[in-house]
Every structure is written in structure tokens, then in C-alpha cells.
């Protein structure tokens, strides 16, 4: 008789604490990554995790984005980043991060035609943008725009557990297209320029190129070294796994709000400066070494110093510790684009001059701080003419694919809880109100029986 093969047991960490061992049980993800499941850590020990800045907590399982930051791996359902920059089309990576595999040629055309059909925002919506001040900075405008669109599109409000799929890929699509229609809005709300309407005969980039910079009287010229710039810049920020943002996008997700309030979310998390608001920080930081007069070694120095207060924007990252895989194809990108453009930038050579100084420094090297994604991006932007501004905005335009792959994830994964992280509580322990920390008037005065009042006897004066 053959033998029957028995399964190898599942493989378990051990925790021992006051005497008692627990076994955790050990996820292994398809690259190997190795995980702890703690479910039941609180219900067995009556601990909790505490893992500031999360540096070793996986939030959850995913099989959008694959990152190895020691190795500088990126990869969107498998395929390198590299190879969909010098191959694909945007709007591809997008329907690749959403759907989980390339479009066929039926379905490339079915998307495009989508993405037409909804890329007109609501001209009611139009009049939103003359409201907000002046100098908005377009990331708060952005934020703003998208969560009005529950008010227009209210069938999503309710996050219901049950809402048909068709339901969630018609408001994701329409995401997708009004995004870059708002961006474009939002930049010439802030120069005072009247809008430039979405065009049907034009691709996803180059019609927001010509939104952004053509006029009612003279449309854009389409420069096909520019675009290609803008696909891949689009490419290269689709998604990156579990950042500050994305994380926002799922947390807020959690309480069942709708798509567009958890990707308004998404926006404000982006525009911090640590995050995607350092592409305008890197520009303000050239800007300040070329008008201050110093050498960039000065500035280095000066960063050295600072123990951390004055960072070198566009450097350093929480997950790559080598050279960010996207920089190494902006900085070829940056090269080309300019030599096409005949765009001779001084803050390229300063960029530049910051790189090689600090790839020899002990400070930066023995730290791991290597160019990140936002530091050459934006001098591409510059060249093509975008302010710094709006280069957070940018990021989000790129960023919405990867947010709304991962908010369906998050949906459709069975085990998707509200997000409520616990704490370690260290105030003080309890305690009651002295006398003088009471307000007078706040605790009724004590009752006082009234005395009746001995009429004195005598005539009385009525
Ligand atoms: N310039 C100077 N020092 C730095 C920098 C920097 N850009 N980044 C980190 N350090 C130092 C930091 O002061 C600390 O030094 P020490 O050990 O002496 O205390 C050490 O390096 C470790 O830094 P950390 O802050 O503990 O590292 P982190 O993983 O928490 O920070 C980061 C990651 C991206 C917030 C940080 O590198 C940073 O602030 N960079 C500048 C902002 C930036 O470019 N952000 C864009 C990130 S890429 C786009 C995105 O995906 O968000």
C-alpha cells in the first residue's frame, strides 16, 4: 500500500512571557517575506505590539505591489517597473494595478472610451473652484474637489459591504478620469486662466497636457518627448505597497466611508513634505542654496549639523535602503527630457553636484540615504512647465491607481476590520478635581434649608 504523505506542520514562532510560551503562526508571502501573525497576542498574553512609525508591522496581505528595499525592487503585479516604463502606456498600469492584468485590445479600447466618456467634471463644480482663495495651494483644492464628488455622486456614499462590483469599478473609473480634469483646473484657477475642457481625441496625458496649457484661442502643442516624460513619471508613482498615504487611504477606508472621501484622505496624507510633498521641497531647497550664495558643500554641512533638522530633500527613504529603483530611471528620464528641450537648468547641475557629494559622505552612506523618487522628478516638471506647486498634485494623479487597487483590496478581503490600533497608556493614573480646578458656578452650592422669615408684629404698612 502507498504511503500517505502528511502534510508538513505549519511553522510557528514561539513568545514566551511570565512563563507562558504561545506559538505565532508564520505567514511566508510568494518572495519569501516572512510574517508573525499576532491576532491573538492580546487575547493570549494580554499584550499589545508597540512599533512606532510601524517600521515592523505588516498592515495586511496584498498582491498589488512587490517591494524589496534592500535589493531596490519594484514590481505592479509581478512586472518590473522598469520594463512597464519603457512599455506601457499609464492608463495601462492603471487598468494592470485596478484589475490585476494587462488590458487585451478589446479591453484597452473599453477603458480609453471610459475614461472619455467621464472625464468632464460637473459644471456645477466648476463654479467650487472661483470660492477658494487666490494662492490655494492646489493639494488642499485637490482634496476638497474629490470629496465633493460623494455630494454629486451620493449612490457611493454609504460604503455598503454588498455594493455590486459594477457599482465600485463605474465610481473608480470616473475617479480616474475627473482626477486629472480637477488637477488641471485647479492650476489654472490659480493663474487666473479660464478652463480648457477634456478632449475625446486625445490620449489620458496629453489631453491634461493640453488642459493644463492650451486656451480656448490656442491649443497646446504636443511634444511626444514630453509626454512619453509624463507616462513614465505617471508609471513610476502608481503605487509603492503600504505608504503613509495608501495606508490613509485603507485606515479611513476601514469605517466603510466611500471612495472618494478615502482618496481625499489619501491626497492631504501626500502632501506632507516627508512624503509626496518633498518634489516641491527639493525645488524650494536648490532654489535656497543657488539664492543664498553657498556652496553645495556648505549645505551639506549645514545638513550634517542640523542632527536632522535640515534634511536633503529627495533623499532617503523608510523602505529602500540603496538607490530607489524609480530615481535611477528619472534621472535618465530628467537627461533626456532637457537635452530634447534644449532646457539648460542650473538647479539640474546643483541637483547633480548634491548627488555626487553625498554618495562620498560618511554621513549619508553609512545612513543608507540614497536619491529617492522626488529628487530629480521635479526638475522634469520645471522643464515641461509645471510649478512647484502643483508637483504634489502631479504625484497624486500618478498615485490614484495604486489607491484605488488597494481600496478595493481592502473591501474585498474577508478579513478587513476597522482599522483601531491599541496603545500603552502613560498619563496619570486616576485621580479627582481639587477645589480650585472647579469653576465656580459649574457645581451647585450645597442646599441650605431657608429660615422662615418672623414677621416682626406690629401695623402693618399696607
Ligand atoms: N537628510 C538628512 N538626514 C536624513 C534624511 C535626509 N533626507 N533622511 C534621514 N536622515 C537621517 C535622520 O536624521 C536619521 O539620523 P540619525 O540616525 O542621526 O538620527 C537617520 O537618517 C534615519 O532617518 P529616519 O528619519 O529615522 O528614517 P525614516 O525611515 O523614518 O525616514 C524619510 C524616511 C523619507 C521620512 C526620511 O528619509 C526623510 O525625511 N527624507 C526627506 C524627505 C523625502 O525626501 N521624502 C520623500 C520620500 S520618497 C516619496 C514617498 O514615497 O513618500
Known sequence: MAKTKT??????????????????????????????????????????????????????????????GEKGVLRYRGYPVEELAAKSRFTEVAYLLINGRMPDTKERAGWSALLNQ???????????????????????????????????????SQHRPNEP?????????????????IAAFSYKKSIGEPFVYPRHDLKYCANF??????????????????????????ILHADHEQNCSTSAVRLVGSARVNLYASISAGICALWGPLHGGANQMVIEMLEDIISSGKSVKEYVEDVKCSRGKTLLYG???????????????????????????????????????????????????????????????????????????????????????????????????????????????????????????????LVKAPRVRRQPTIQPIGPSNS
Open 7 to 68: 502534510p508538513p506542520k505549519p511553522e510557528v514562532a514561539q513568545l514566551t512571557f511570565r512563563g507562558q510560551t504561545i506559538d505565532l503562526p508564520v505567514i511566508i508571502g510568494t518572495e519569501n517575506e516572512i510574517a508573525f501573525n499576532i491576532s491573538n497576542l492580546r487575547k493570549q498574553t494580554g499584550g499589545v505590539t508597540l512599533d512606532y512609525g510601524y517600521l515592523n508591522t505588516g498592515s495586511c496581505e496584498s498582491s498589488i505591489t512587490y517591494l524589496d
Open 165 to 181: 462590483e459594477e457599482a465600485i469599478n463605474f465610481a473608480a473609473t470616473r475617479l480616474m478620469s475627473k482626477l486629472r480634469t
Open 315 to 441: 533623499f532617503g527613504h523608510r523602505v529602500y535602503k540603496t538607490y530607489d529603483p524609480r530615481a535611477k530611471i528619472i534621472k535618465k528620464t530628467c537627461d533626456r527630457v532637457l537635452k530634447t528641450l534644449k532646457v539648460n537648468d542650473r538647479m539640474l547641475d546643483v541637483a547633480l553636484e548634491l548627488e555626487a557629494l553625498a554618495m562620498q559622505d560618511e554621513y549619508f552612506t553609512s545612513r543608507n540615504l540614497y536619491p529617492n523618487v522626488d529628487f530629480y522628478s521635479g526638475i522634469i516638471y520645471r522643464a515641461i512647465g509645471i510649478p512647484k506647486e502643483m508637483f504634489t498634485v502631479m504625484f497624486a494623479l500618478g498615485r490614484l491607481p495604486g489607491w484605488i487597487a488597494q481600496w478595493k483590496e481592502a473591501r474585498e478581503d474577508p478579513r478587513f476590520k476597522l482599522q483601531r490600533p491599541r496603545q500603552i497608556y502613560t498619563g496619570p493614573t486616576k485621580r479627582h478635581l481639587l477645589p480650585e480646578e472647579v469653576s465656580t458656578g
Open 209 to 234: 497636457l493640453n488642459m493644463m496649457f492650451g486656451s480656448p484661442v490656442c491649443p497646446y502643442e504636443i511634444h511626444p518627448e514630453v509626454v512619453k516624460a509624463l507616462e513614465v513619471l505617471l
Open 118 to 156: 467621464h472625464s468632464m467634471i460637473h459644471e456645477d463644480m466648476s463654479y467650487f473652484f472661483r470660492q477658494f482663495p487666490e494662492h490655494a495651494h492646489p493639494m488642499a483644492v485637490l482634496s476638497a474637489m474629490v470629496v465633493s464628488l460623494s455630494t454629486f455622486y451620493p449612490e457611493l
